[in-house]
């Protein structure tokens, strides 16, 4: 039997206080494990702008152009490089950090038929993350000219000390949310399962509907308080034999 909307919305109404007893332990455990095991990862960010190669107002063409496009490519690894990574650990050992371990946290990536070159780095203090991100920027565009024999290199945009960002593996706050909207949902989930799945007859339409049979008489349901006041009235006189008081 197809069940209507209505019979979905009564169902949910009867399972209410189970929804909330799942919701509330989901919400609790991640309080706790937000509180006491998540460590918050802040994100810093900059940017390279890539310039044409030749510093002229007559080599400004789409061949300069191309060419500089090309070079970012190579600029990439250049930045990653164990010259570079070593040259900024040298320069600044308070980071505390290996030229592999800078390498790792470093992530470079660039737009298709973009000059720009976006560099991110990740760590529990935010500005640790923008004092890597500026000294790498600072350090290639300082060092490229003996590399490659090109000063086509501007710092474009640099990371911002200053600033308070909000973790990038989430906040206390969206992770209870996260995790109110996902047990809400498993717990809906579960509980129409749970009714799929059960095959008993719960109303004279459900029996027609199963049966192919109508239904001659029902038994109204019998509460232990109506069991009560039935009793209330009856005198035990012999085991076995009651009598009804009037």
């Known amino acids: 039997m197809e069940k209507t909307i209505l019979d979905y919305i009564n169902l949910i109404k009867k399972r209410f206080w189970l929804i909330m007893v799942f919701v509330l332990i989901s919400c609790a455990t991640t309080y706790y494990v937000s509180k006491n095991f998540v460590v918050p990862v802040y994100s ?12 002229t107002p007559e080599s400004n063409n789409l061949n300069d152009l191309s060419f500089s496009l090309n070079l970012i490519e190579s600029f990439k690894e250049i930045i990653k490089s164990p010259t570079i990574m070593k040259s900024v650990i040298e320069s600044h050992p308070e980071f505390g950090l290996t030229s592999e371990e800078l390498s790792k946290k470093l992530e470079i990536k660039s737009s298709e038929k973009s000059q720009v070159i976006n560099l991110s780095v990740q760590d529990e203090s935010y ?11 600072q350090t290639f565009i300082r060092d490229l000219p003996s590399l490659m024999r090109v000063d086509n290199v501007t710092l474009l945009t640099p990371a911002d000390p ?10 206390f706050a969206m992770n209870l949310v996260i995790s109110f909207v996902v047990s809400l949902m498993a717990a809906l989930g579960i509980i129409l399962l749970m009714e799929t799945l059960n095959g008993t007859l719960r109303s004279e339409k459900e029996a027609e509907f199963d049966l192919g049979l109508p239904v001659i008489a029902t038994i109204a349901t019998i509460r232990k308080r109506d069991l009560g006041k039935a009793t209330d009235g009856k005198t035990r006189v012999k085991e076995g034999a009651y009598v009804t008081a009037k």
């Open 44 to 55: 810093a960010s900059g940017q390279l702008l890539v310039n044409n190669i030749v510093n």
């Open 127 to 137: 500005t640790k993350a923008a004092g890597i991100v500026n000294a790498v920027s």
């Open 162 to 171: 200053t600033d308070v960002p909000g973790p990038s593996n989430g906040g």
